[in-house]
T-cell receptor, first 113, second 108 residues
Framework: AAGVIQSPRHLIKEKRETATLKCYPIPRHDTVYWYQQGPGQDPQFLISFYEKMQSDKGSIPDRFSAQQFSDYHSELNMSSLELGDSALYFC????????????FGPGTRLTVT | QQPVQSPQAVILREGEDAVINCSSSKALYSVHWYRQKHGEAPVFLMILLKGGEQKGHEKISASFNEKKQQSSLYLTASQLSYSGTYFCGTGGNTPLVFGKGTRLSVIA
């Protein structure tokens, strides 16, 4: 079965640079969630989209922005990167027909040096 | 508010059983359980919904006490592959709020 796709899988950036992470949800899933997981931490919700509209906002820094496109893929844009942004970034998707089940992508490991 | 998980860590021998608990200070409409191996994505295990509906893994069971706002995950006859960090999440069809996780290690 098709799963959530994230790219890139690994990304190394320097402080103050920008990064763009991409998420392709499971086909026919219309909701996308972004989570950030620091080393040894639990995943923290950043932002979510339903039908291309922002639906919920969590602890997303102002330096980050995100959007969902007409094909339901989503991009997380991160600017003025800081060392503390180094983390695993997961995207999860769900469908309105079965909204309780969120399926996670493999994640993007971002390292800021 | 973040759910509270216990224990924080547990070590089992193959074949032993374990129980992981998750409790919340606010009303729960659903509880989600995920297992995560180091450096990998959380894998969906189980969801328990208010009213008793339960969906998930065949070999893992869970309970949901709505009144006590608690859920427990039961791992029976553990296998080496069960090792990982188990997270409970609350939130229903909204963004999940995860507990801090329970690290489970199964040894031969």
């Amino acid at each position: 079965a098709a799963g959530v796709i994230q790219s890139p899988r690994h990304l190394i950036k320097e402080k103050r640079e920008t990064a763009t992470l991409k998420c392709y949800p499971i086909p026919r899933h219309d909701t996308v969630y972004w989570y950030q997981q620091g080393p040894g931490q639990d995943p923290q919700f950043l932002i979510s989209f339903y039908e291309k509209m922002q639906s919920d906002k969590g602890s997303i820094p102002d330096r980050f922005s995100a959007q969902q496109f007409s094909d339901y893929h989503s991009e997380l844009n991160m600017s003025s990167l800081e060392l503390g942004d180094s983390a695993l970034y997961f995207c999860a998707s769900s469908s309105r027909e079965d909204p309780y089940e969120q399926y996670f992508g493999p994640g993007t490991r971002l390292t800021v040096t | 508010q973040q759910p509270v998980q216990s224990p924080q860590a547990v070590i089992l021998r193959e074949g032993e059983d374990a129980v992981i608990n998750c409790s919340s200070s606010k009303a729960l409409y659903s509880v989600h359980w995920y297992r995560q191996k180091h450096g990998e994505a959380p894998v969906f295990l189980m969801i328990l919904l208010k009213g008793g509906e339960q969906k998930g893994h065949e070999k893992i069971s869970a309970s949901f006490n709505e009144k006590k706002q608690q859920s427990s995950l039961y791992l029976t006859a553990s296998q080496l592959s069960y090792s990982g960090t188990y997270f409970c999440g609350t939130g229903g069809n909204t963004p999940l709020v995860f507990g801090k996780g329970t690290r489970l290690s199964v040894i031969a």
